[in-house]
């Protein structure tokens, strides 16, 4: 077995290479046992398209499972459109089906009580608001901000995981029209944080907030799972096409609720994300169903009033039409509704769950079974 998961990760690190030498999404997003030469780029996708399925024959278990994921997502590059459902529980784990309409009603009611408890009422302007609330800090003082962040939190995150695997961090910047604001990868201890300067608005609680998402929850946690890849029977390489990212991006979105649990206006922002994460999976659903675009975009806008065209037709357009976020994005929602849920009501089972998740790579499947009490991931 370990002989067949070599020869697959041998495989994803050709693929990378050859994704990055044209320009393309990486496929490794994060070494946790870097080392050797750097690999030669594959040919083609197809050829590796091939070897990955002469390889499943061999596979069992988490390889078998993790090969899976690369040959959903690497089909859906080369042209093939399984429907979300399917192809979103090849990749990441879980099913695509999304939650009632009475579910996020609810969930926006509990983000406009956490609102109103800062003194933010719903409306046009919640967001822009509730950021002024939370401090709003100029670029040039964030990483001091972030810096005294991740050492005020970072005993407690310790201490709920019981990790105590180092980790170097740089920080670099990037100008990228794309979703995100922040994005760390890297490969074994050093850890690289990228900032999308033209999505980036600090705020002191959003240091803090940033601080957990990122350094103490992406970078402490892949260095801690690196400390134990030596002889993992499990793929060494994550990918955000693969079944651990609803647990990562889960876990890195709730980890304010476990650690500041009494910090009313973080709770608020986080509250108020695992509504708009509902509201997003309603719209990945409705677009890769085949709603007419005006009608899901409508809905959007009605249920975030802060949203502008702008956004909206960017979050259709990475749902419906990039196979990497099409798979990717569903982790988001996913993974914030299972872990919320654990901070409200995991009792016991929760201390099991956040140190496990410093151990081993969850999937979907392992996350249920530490806490069997807890919601259908994926709605």
Not at 59 to 68: K, S, T
Not at 82 to 95: F, H, K
């Amino acid at each position: 077995m370990t002989n067949v998961r070599d020869e697959v990760e041998a495989v994803l690190r050709a693929w990378d290479a050859y994704e990055v030498k044209r320009g393309g999404d990486p496929v490794i997003d994060f070494d946790l046992l870097p080392g050797g030469p750097d690999p030669e780029p594959a040919a083609d996708r197809l050829g590796v398209y091939r070897r990955l399925a002469e390889l499943r024959g061999d596979a069992e278990g988490p390889v078998r499972e993790r090969v899976d994921a690369d040959l959903a997502y690497l089909g859906a590059l080369l042209g093939e459109r399984p429907p979300l459902d399917e192809y979103v529980r090849a990749t990441q784990g879980c099913g695509a089906v999304g939650w009632s309409p009475e579910y996020v009603e609810e969930r926006r009611r509990v983000a406009v009580a956490a609102l109103a408890e800062v003194g933010v009422a719903w409306g046009p302007e919640a967001n822009a608001e509730l950021r002024r609330v939370e401090g709003l800090l100029d670029v040039a003082d964030a990483p001091d901000a972030i810096r005294g962040a991740v050492a005020e939190l970072e005993p407690a995150v310790r201490e709920l995981t019981g990790s105590d695997a180092p980790y170097r961090l740089t920080v670099e910047t990037a100008e990228v029209e794309a979703y995100w604001a922040f994005w760390l990868d890297g490969a074994g201890r050093d850890v690289r944080l990228r900032l999308n300067l033209p999505n980036v608005e600090f705020t002191r609680a959003g240091a803090r907030q940033f601080a957990l998402h990122e350094v103490l929850g992406h970078g402490l946690q892949s260095a801690s799972l690196h400390a134990r890849a030596a002889d993992a029977p499990w793929v060494r390489l994550l990918s955000v096409h693969a079944l651990q990212q609803v647990m990562l991006e889960g876990l890195a979105q709730a980890w304010p609720l476990f650690v500041t649990p009494d910090d009313a206006v973080l709770a608020a922002r986080i509250r108020l994300d695992h509504y708009v994460q509902l509201v997003r999976a309603r719209a990945h659903l409705d677009i890769n169903a085949g709603t007419p675009v005006l009608d899901v975009a409508g809905r959007m806008r009605a249920a975030v009033p802060w949203w502008g065209d702008d956004r909206v037709a960017a979050q259709l357009a990475d749902r419906g039409a990039n196979p990497l976020l099409r798979s990717y994005l569903w982790a988001y929602p996913a993974g914030v509704d299972w872990f919320v849920s654990l901070a409200e009501k995991g009792g016991e089972a929760t201390g099991n769950v956040l140190r496990t998740a410093y151990r081993e790579p969850l999937t979907p499947a392992g996350l249920a079974a530490l806490w069997p009490e807890g919601p259908r991931i994926g709605g």
